[in-house]
Structure formats: structure tokens, C-alpha cells
């Protein structure tokens, strides 16, 4: 990872890996794709590498996390879609020339054609989000938790119980700030 930058929080589900991209939503966010070129980064660490990326890209980029992360978290609180939200995820999707491809281990994947750029990455999250929104995975979208982060999540534990985005980073730094709430409440004890 180059220096300066914060890690990437890449999870299971692509849609939401990508919303991920800005992290701490309610707190100080965290923004980790803020250049062209980090966007590259997390597309390559996603499977999705392509050759270059423009400021102008990086902006369709950022319109479509927004826009699923809207969506997604209307859904999870079952409200209505936002409008603007459905557009652009819609205009990114049919935008793209991926093919979805299947696997010897019979796991569904994305294949770019060669020649493959922003635009059809960007079409590949996309459908990715439209997959959980509408119900067609099985699985259920929550938000986390943390009340500083309230990131969409895409639960797929047999519970549908998920709390947290990460439990590594949101869920331990929740169970820390209680586990120190409660012994700052309790009377000290007297030898």
C-alpha cells in the first residue's frame, strides 16, 4: 500500500466493498480512493484491473458509491429507492461491457475484454449492486451498527444477525468503548 494512504477494507460482496470506499460516514470520514490512481488500486485488489483512470472517472466512481450507498441504505431500512440513486446505478450498468463468466469451483465471476476501462468496471458494481438491492442474492442488507460509521453491509450469515461492517475495526471499537464505559462507571473498590 503506498504511504499515506489508508488500507482498504475489502469484504466478500463487491457492491459493498466498494461503498466502503469511504468509511466513517457519520464520524471523520475516511476517504480511500481519493485519487485516480488509488481507485486503480482497489479495483486491481478487487479483480477488476484496468490501465488508467482520469479526475473524471474517478468522479463517475465516486457518483456511483454514493449512489449505492443511498439505495442500499434505503433498502436496508426498507424505504423507497432514491430516484437520483437508481439512475445513476441503472446508466452505470447498462454503461458496461463485462461478461459474467462461471468458474471451475462453479463461483459466478467478471471478465473485462481486453481494452476493458473505467466505465466497465464501474458497470460491474453496478449490476453487483442491483443483485443484493433487489433481493435477487440471498442475503440481507443492514446498516453497521457504529454510530459513526452506518455503512451498508450485505449479510449473508445463515442468522442474518451481522452488526457490524467489520467486526475487526467497527465491531471491536464498539465492544472497547463499552467495555470502558461500564469500568469508568463502577465504584472503585476499597482495601
Do not use: Y
Not at 442474518?160 to 467486526?167: G, I, K, P, V
Amino acid at each position: 500500500m503506498p504511504a499515506g494512504f489508508p488500507e482498504f477494507r475489502l469484504g466478500s460482496i463487491l457492491a459493498t466493498s466498494f461503498t466502503g470506499t469511504l468509511s466513517e460516514r457519520r464520524g471523520n470520514p475516511v476517504e480511500r480512493i481519493p485519487t485516480p490512481q488509488r481507485l486503480l488500486d482497489w479495483l486491481a485488489v478487487s479483480g477488476l484491473a484496468v490501465d488508467s483512470c482520469t479526475h473524471a472517472q474517478l468522479d463517475l466512481a465516486v457518483e456511483l458509491r454514493e449512489s449505492i450507498h443511498a439505495a442500499a441504505t434505503a433498502a436496508a431500512l426498507d424505504e423507497p429507492l432514491p430516484e437520483p440513486a437508481v439512475r445513476v446505478i441503472n446508466e452505470r450498468s447498462t454503461d458496461g461491457r463485462a461478461s459474467a463468466i462461471l468458474t471451475a469451483e462453479g463461483a459466478r465471476r467478471w471478465q473485462l475484454r481486453s481494452g476493458s476501462g473505467i466505465v466497465d468496471t464501474l458497470g460491474v458494481i453496478a449490476s453487483d449492486a442491483i443483485s443484493i438491492i433487489s433481493g435477487e442474492r440471498d442475503g440481507r442488507l443492514a446498516l453497521c451498527a457504529s454510530p459513526t460509521c452506518q455503512a451498508a453491509v450485505f449479510d449473508t450469515s445463515r442468522s442474518r444477525t451481522r452488526r457490524w461492517c467489520e467486526m475487526n475495526t467497527c465491531g471491536n471499537r464498539e465492544k472497547k468503548a463499552r467495555f470502558n464505559a461500564a469500568h469508568r462507571k463502577q465504584p472503585a473498590s476499597s482495601d
